[in-house]
């Protein structure tokens, strides 16, 4: 599995900004976006089942954020609004293949490269 995250860039506070991932190999997982801040661990922003079902999202972007896929373009979506100038951060995408929690990125067995998301005040 190859995953390519696009989609970052400079973004005004309280703009918008729509993250994507393009998935290639074998997609039929789970789906998250996790952000790293400089000098702070990964954490997670959102998570989606392979049929889209269910989503689930960190607090701090719950009502903000929203998750999607389109399984026909093999590629996961994040649609950013209202973002805050602690949004800044380098997201990343990735595919969980086996159980267990979809909030802690030691679940995620592959990832993308990282794109970087600035918002400014």
């Known amino acids: 599995v190859q995953l390519q995250a696009s989609g970052g860039g400079l973004v005004q506070a309280g703009g918008s900004l729509r993250l994507s991932c393009a998935a290639s190999?074998?997609?039929?997982?789970?789906m998250g976006w996790f952000r790293q801040a400089p000098g702070k661990e990964r954490e997670f922003v959102a998570a989606?089942?392979?049929?889209?079902?269910?989503?689930f999202y960190a607090d701090s972007v719950k009502g903000r954020f929203t998750i999607s896929r389109d399984n026909a373009k093999n590629t996961v979506y994040l649609q950013m609004n209202s973002v805050k100038p602690e949004d800044t951060a380098v997201y990343y995408c990735?595919?969980?293949?086996?159980?267990?929690?979809?909030?802690?990125?030691?679940?995620?067995?592959?990832w993308g490269q990282g794109t970087l998301v600035t918002v400014s005040s």
């Open positions: 990735a595919s969980k293949v086996g159980s267990g929690s979809y909030y802690s990125h030691l679940m995620y067995d592959y």
């Open positions: 190999g074998r997609t039929s997982y789970v």
């Open positions: 989606i089942t392979w049929s889209g079902s269910s989503t």
